[in-house]
């Protein structure tokens, strides 16, 4: 097997990560044995690298389940065993699906989206889940104004949106916000939970290494907020937004100042979570 996307130096990236409520999840959902799930984990990772060189698939974060470390989770899990319906858009594996059923949440309740569609079955293979899983999984661009997600407008009540907004321009991330909305049903309560890359600095970059000269935006809490307030403003709706400025990466408590310089980067990353409620 390739090593090609593997941690600096050697270094073994289950020693280096968090990944513990991941690799939790394939024993006791997918009753993978303790012996065979990182090979298992291997084995997925290079087949999903092959479709896309995402970074946060080389940095194994199908396996960082943030969901659940949220202060809304019990209330998104309690919603959906009551019949609201959620949807990971940007779903990956639909890693954060398989966590909510297995802690009880009915999974016909369920949505995943993501553009790639490869990755949809890799999670089936993934999670060895196939004959049992009722989520419904849609491989679609959410700029497709014909794509079946237009289908689902105003169904959804919670939306999570990981490691997504990111890739885009402020323009875009504007555009991907006013679709998100037309999702959801329009009604208080509505919810969107994510988290993304950020900063303390509000700024348009391109990601080391392009030369398309595509352009991303990084946020601050304030540039997030008033994303939002536009939004809102634009589509006659309001929205709270709760914004917290963190640490990007779970790190294993052994990590120390003696690792190599790429780990010390990522621990030095920050991102933001986010929560944002319909008034």
């Known amino acids: ?13 289950y020693e280096i990560y968090d990944l513990d409520s991941g690799l939790k999840l394939l024993r006791e959902y997918s009753g993978i044995p303790d ?8 084995l997925i990772k290079e087949k999903a690298l092959e479709v896309r060189h995402y970074p946060c698939i080389r940095r194994y974060r199908f396996l960082d389940l943030i969901m659940m470390t949220t202060a809304v989770y019990q209330e998104v899990l309690e919603r959906v065993k009551n019949g609201d319906k959620f949807m990971d858009l940007g779903c990956c594996f639909g890693q954060e699906i398989r966590k909510l059923v297995h802690d009880g949440a009915p999974s016909a309740n ?19 889940d196939k004959d049992r899983l009722q989520t419904t999984f849609i491989a679609a661009d959410i700029f497709d104004d014909s ?5 689902l407008s105003g169904q959804m009540n919670i939306i999570y949106v990981g490691d997504f907004f990111h ?23 509505s919810l969107i939970i994510g988290r993304q890359s950020g900063g303390e600095t509000a700024m348009e970059y391109s990601r080391a290494g392009d030369v398309s000269g595509r352009k ?17 403003d634009s589509t006659g709706s309001k929205w709270s937004a709760d914004v917290e400025l963190c ?3 779970k790190f294993k408590p052994s990590v120390t100042a003696d690792t190599s310089s790429e780990v010390k980067r990522l621990v030095d990353a920050k991102g933001l979570r986010f929560t944002i409620r319909r008034l």
């Open 1 to 13: 097997m390739s090593n090609t996307m593997s941690p600096p130096n050697g270094e073994d990236p």
């Open 216 to 232: 991303q935006f990084q946020h601050n809490p304030q540039s997030w907020k008033e994303l939002w307030d536009r939004v809102g």
């Open 247 to 249: 640490q990007e990466f």
């Open 110 to 128: 369920t949505y995943g989206s993501d553009l790639w569609g490869e990755y949809l079955s890799m999670g089936y293979e993934l999670f060895k």
């Open 147 to 151: 794509s079946p997600l237009t289908k």
């Open 35 to 42: 012996e065979d799930v990182k090979n298992h984990v291997e």
């Open 167 to 189: 890739l885009f321009n402020l323009g875009e991330q504007e555009d991907i916000a006013k679709r998100i909305i037309n999702l959801l049903a329009p009604q208080p309560g």
